[in-house]
């Protein structure tokens, strides 16, 4: 501003002296009186004297102006916080608060896209999973009369979006969707709001998610040991809708879950209706926990009492989704409870690690009767790399694998390498009532974890299948392409 009127002061100047200028040279050409010429001359100079000085005072001003701002600190814009392995941040993001104010929120990139805002008072989280598939398959020449040749092809496995939300200091909420679940349909994966920090109760949630059992069940799909689990998985309870209780115990060392869940259609085995409910827990502990859990033993027993009267029945794939075909299944059983008993257990040490589990299955017909199934598996890893299988004290499980020295084309190391086997079988047969068959699988997996974000898995499953109506074997191998943020 005052550079603007030392401007302006300057040139009335240079107008005042240009004018002065051009009224000398009309009275000389004229020949006139030069009484008045002087006078007007002497009135101009006095007018020229007094704009130097007030041009000589704002020249002061303004360099006293720019002392001050030289002396006064300089101002920095404010950058966001910035989490560990975050890349770059993006702009504020702002919305209005219902009391008219404004709500700012921070965004960042850790393996998602996180908004936060400035008090901490909401937190959002965007994660996705892409997984490609790529299958090759054959049976010999009974279960191919039997049930059919196995199919060759590719499959996008899961497409998955999740959307985290925690505000109000003790609420959050999850919506996840799978856009291409294997079975070229989309549909939820979880949708349920809660409440944590609650004295003794721990995390209280409400809505529509994977029931507490099993380990290998609960641990995510894109940080299971092999493609697809075991056959003992057919037995294992899954979704329902209702309400859980979670906590942990002995400063994480302990964790228990129990919940009751309604509409369980197609949670036990296929089939099922509406009204039926179940009763589901799970305990798990950790005896041994040494080096933030490169060393550690786990222990767990899980639960559920399932009141179904329906027609419901089991049966599995040979531990692939590309083809549809079971080569063992129990038809419709006509069923009015349920009871499902497993057990866990997980052993690690540096880079080995052993992990099973047992399921046994107890169903009580309409008729009375009595029939009993069970599964189980066991699976051993080795990684070449000298990482080691991180395992979650929230919920029990295994979680996903960082390497220490990620792949990069130039300059970098060559990310976790992992070997893995399992052996797992599944029996249907039950008495003389059911002959659903036999199953066993044994299974060869090498996973490549290249970074943070992208792993690759290949798998060698050989199959052995013996029912009543025919014996055979089958080989398949698989591979798939995944990608989390």
């Known amino acids: 501003m005052i550079e603007y009127l030392v401007f302006l002061r300057f040139r009335r100047l240079v107008f005042i002296t240009f004018a002065g200028v051009i009224c000398v040279f009309t009275a000389g050409a004229d020949g006139g009186d030069t009484s008045s010429l002087e006078a007007t001359v002497q009135q101009m100079q006095q007018q020229m004297q007094a704009l130097q000085d007030e041009v000589e005072t704002l020249r002061k001003e303004l360099k006293g102006y720019k002392e001050q701002e030289s002396i006064a600190p300089e101002r920095q814009p404010t950058a966001a916080p910035v989490t560990e392995n975050s890349g770059a941040q993006s702009d504020t993001v702002k919305d209005n608060k219902a009391d008219g104010g404004v709500l700012e929120l921070k965004s960042y990139w850790d393996n998602g896209l996180l908004f936060k805002s400035e008090n901490d008072q909401l937190r959002l989280r965007f994660n996705g999973t892409i997984m490609a598939d790529y299958c090759w398959g054959e049976a010999d020449r009974y279960l191919e009369t039997s049930i059919g040749p196995m199919v060759d092809g590719t499959r996008i496995r899961s497409m998955r979006l999740s959307l985290r939300g925690d505000y109000a200091e003790n609420f959050f909420f999850l919506l996840d969707y799978n856009l291409a679940n294997g079975n070229n349909h989309v549909s939820f994966i979880s949708a349920y709001i809660g409440l944590k920090k609650i004295p003794y109760l721990g995390t209280v949630m409400v809505g529509y998610d994977q029931e507490p059992f099993s380990m290998d069940w609960l641990a995510s799909q894109k940080d299971t040991l092999f493609m697809e689990r075991s056959l003992a998985f057919a037995l294992t309870?899954?979704?329902?809708?209702?309400?859980?209780?979670?906590?942990?115990?002995?400063?994480k060392r302990m964790s228990w879950t129990v919940g009751a869940f309604f509409d369980t259609v197609n949670s036990v085995g296929a089939g099922g209706k509406d009204g039926d409910y179940a009763l589901t827990g799970r305990v798990t502990g950790l005896p041994w926990y040494k080096e933030e859990g490169r060393k550690l033993l786990h222990l767990g027993l899980a639960y559920s009492y399932r009141h179904v009267d329906a027609d419901i029945s089991y049966t599995a794939q040979p531990e692939t989704t590309m083809n549809s075909g079971a080569y063992i299944d129990t038809g419709t059983i006509f069923a009015e409870d349920v009871q499902v008993l497993g057990t866990e257990f997980a052993l690690v040490y540096n880079w080995f690690s052993v992990q099973s589990e047992y399921i046994g299955t107890h169903v009580q017909t309409e008729f009375g009767s009595d029939l009993n199934f069970s599964g189980y598996y066991v699976a051993a890893s080795a990684f070449l790399t000298g990482e080691h299988r991180p395992y979650n004290l929230s919920n029990g499980t295994f979680g996903w694998v960082k390497p220490?020295?990620?792949?990069?084309?130039?300059?970098?190391?060559?990310?976790a390498w992992e070997v893995a086997v399992r052996y797992s079988s599944l029996d249907l047969d039950s008495g003389t009532a059911i002959h659903g068959g036999e199953q066993e699988d044994l299974t060869i997996g090498l996973n490549w974890y290249m970074n943070d974000n992208t792993k690759i898995m290949l798998n060698y499953i050989r199959g052995d299948v013996h029912r009543t109506w025919y014996d055979g074997d089958l080989k398949l191998f698989q591979t798939r392409f995944q990608v989390r943020f």
């Open 237 to 251: 309870p899954k979704y329902g809708s209702g309400i859980r209780f979670t906590n942990t115990l002995e400063n």
């Open 404 to 415: 220490e020295r990620p792949f990069r084309l130039h300059g970098g190391g060559m990310g």
